[in-house]
């Protein structure tokens, strides 16, 4: 099913399993009058926990995102990773905030197997992505996170794109649950870059493990402390 979120709710069409009516329920929870939304934790970078967040700071992480890729009222979205998390919620708030046709696909480690239409934006994991290599070139823009991108997988994406001759544009992400989803992206397809940009707003440097230290008040009043080693090109850059 698909949701037009740039009409009022209700949608035309009825949920026909539960990842749909969990999709819907949280569309409907963010028309609430209440100002936070909960949220479960991947575990990634600890141990699993639900917390609250503004959801006007999910709606700057949200225009951070769009802005970036250029994305318009109309275009058509795919979520297809679990609306319980961070990943998957702001899939949701990207779409009710440019007013995007959501199309809703239940989570799998295929999740274009049964869709065959242009795609303008779509987030998925890097397992999902090696799953659909033959599909990619139906998504205008598609953002990878959960986990870093192989250099194997990214060769099989150029191989398989270039021979479509694909104007699909893939980025590799960079965040976590506390950043609201991503703070920077990576291009690796057409163009694989070296560097991750990180968004207007977002402010970067090192603590004297050269670990990466975040600041991104729109997002997170606190300073992230994280335990990745980086390396900084410049002050957008890493």
Request: charged fraction near 25%.
């Amino acid at each position: 099913m698909f949701i037009d979120l740039s009409k009022p709710l209700p949608p035309s069409e009825s949920p026909s399993n539960e990842f749909e009516t969990k999709v819907l329920d949280f569309v409907k929870e963010w028309f609430s009058e209440s100002k936070t939304v909960k949220i479960q934790s991947s575990g990634s970078t600890g141990i699993p926990k639900i917390f609250e967040v503004e959801k006007i700071k999910m709606l700057n992480s949200a225009e951070m995102t769009c802005n970036f890729l250029g994305l318009n009222e109309g275009d058509v979205a795919l979520i297809c990773l679990p609306i319980e998390y961070i990943s998957g919620k702001m899939m949701a708030v990207r779409s009710i905030l440019r007013k995007l046709k959501l199309i809703i696909a239940e989570p799998s480690a295929n999740p274009l197997q049964n869709i065959n239409e242009k795609i303008d934006f779509c987030a998925m994991t890097p397992l999902q992505v090696e799953n659909s290599l033959d599909k990619l070139h139906l998504i205008k823009n598609l953002i990878i996170g959960g986990a870093s991108v192989s250099e194997t997988l990214k060769q099989k994406i150029s191989q398989t794109l270039t021979l479509s001759n694909s104007r699909t544009r893939i980025f590799e992400t960079y965040g976590m649950s506390e950043t609201l989803s991503h703070i920077a992206l990576r291009q690796i397809f057409p163009n694989q870059e070296d560097w991750f940009t990180v968004f207007e707003g977002v402010e970067i440097s090192l603590d004297e493990r050269n670990c990466l230290i975040i600041f991104a008040p729109k997002l997170n009043s606190e300073v992230l402390h994280t335990n990745d080693l980086v390396e900084i090109n410049d002050e957008k850059q890493f």
